[in-house]
């Protein structure tokens, strides 16, 4: 249960941190590294979670 609770709650943050991103007044380009980044780095996270690292 405290797996899910985890990846859950990072989950919501890297949704939180996307749409926080979308708000930024940057150029497309600098903005889509930054969504790549948030994204692989949640990624990385949720494995931590399910333990696959």
Same mark, same amino acid.
């Given at each position: 249960? =405290?797996?899910? &609770?985890?990846?859950? &709650?990072? !989950?919501?943050?890297?949704?939180?941190?996307?749409?926080?991103? =979308?708000?930024?007044?940057?150029?497309?380009?600098?903005?889509? +590294?930054?969504?790549?980044?948030? +994204? +692989? +780095?949640?990624?990385?996270?949720?494995?931590?979670?399910?333990?696959? !690292?």
């Amino acid at each position: 249960m =405290n797996t899910l &609770i985890g990846a859950l &709650i990072t !989950f919501v943050v890297v949704i939180l941190v996307l749409y926080l991103v =979308n708000l930024l007044p940057i150029d497309g380009r600098a903005k889509q +590294i930054v969504t790549v980044i948030v +994204i +692989i +780095i949640g990624i990385v996270s949720l494995l931590k979670y399910l333990t696959v !690292f």
